[in-house]
């Protein structure tokens, strides 16, 4: 069974600095994985998507996530946090055995300090 | 090409009554997908229609139905309201065909129960 998990719930940067948010994830099969930004009161935007082409993926707004299957990881990153980037940020993992479900943690909240 | 939109915006209804929510998909995307969002549940899956046909369901009581049209437009029933059902509800269309293709996600009508 596929699963995700987001390892941290809150992730507080100061304007400039790193982003890192970590998603790990659990698939029986080579998995297509995505991340996305929830702003207040808005519905999901797609930031980046991996469908096993190049494992580093890079995606919109200066974010980019790379997959590492040896540590079954799918970390979204970003060298230099903007005021704009705070939001909730989703991983899912989209079932490739044919099911189409979708399974999404359960969120990464991220706070950047001027 | 126009986004997934989702009518009406906000919603107010008293306990026990019902309430009908639409989605509009975008344009040759034959999945519609329905989520609740709750402070204290998170995101949690509804159901997802393709071609018409519920493919998917999530573990939600009975009152909670959908319906999925030719043109892949949908909706989603809520029947005699309860207080818990006050959430932001997300509809999200996709290719539905391959594993792989993203989730499009309207910006969700925010249903208040009173």
């Known amino acids: 069974a596929q699963s995700v998990t987001q390892l941290d719930s809150h992730v507080s940067v100061s304007e400039g600095t790193p982003v890192l948010l970590r998603c790990n994830y659990s698939?029986?099969?080579?998995?297509?994985l995505f991340w996305y930004v929830q702003h207040p009161n808005k519905g999901l935007q797609l930031l980046l998507k991996?469908?096993?082409?190049?494992?580093l993926v890079k995606g919109i707004n200066g974010f980019e996530a790379e997959f590492k299957k040896s540590e079954t990881s799918f970390h979204l990153t970003k060298p230099s946090a903007h005021m704009s980037d705070a939001a909730e940020y989703f991983c899912?993992?989209?079932?490739?055995?044919?099911?189409?479900?979708?399974?999404f943690g359960t969120g990464t909240r991220l706070k950047v300090l001027a | 090409k126009a986004g997934v939109t989702q009518t009406p915006r906000y919603l107010i209804k008293t306990r026990g009554q019902q309430v009908t929510l639409s989605c509009s998909p975008i344009?040759?995307?034959?999945?519609v997908s329905w989520y609740q969002q709750t402070p204290g549940q998170g995101l949690q899956f509804l159901f997802e229609?393709?071609?018409?046909?519920?493919?998917n369901k999530g573990n939600f009581p009975g009152r909670f139905s959908g319906r999925q049209f030719s043109n892949s437009r949908s909706e989603m029933n809520v029947s005699t309201l309860e207080l818990g059902d006050s959430a932001l509800y997300l509809c999200?269309?996709?290719?539905?065909?391959?594993?792989?293709?993203?989730?499009?996600f309207g910006n969700g009508t925010r249903l208040t129960v009173t």
């Open positions: 991996y469908t096993s082409a190049a494992t």
């Open positions: 899912v993992v989209s079932d490739p055995s044919g099911t189409y479900k979708y399974i």
């Open positions: 229609y393709f071609s018409e046909t519920q493919r």
């Open positions: 999200a269309s996709s290719l539905g065909r391959v594993d792989n293709s993203p989730l499009h």
């Open positions: 698939s029986s099969y080579s998995p297509s």
């Open positions: 344009s040759g995307h034959r999945s």
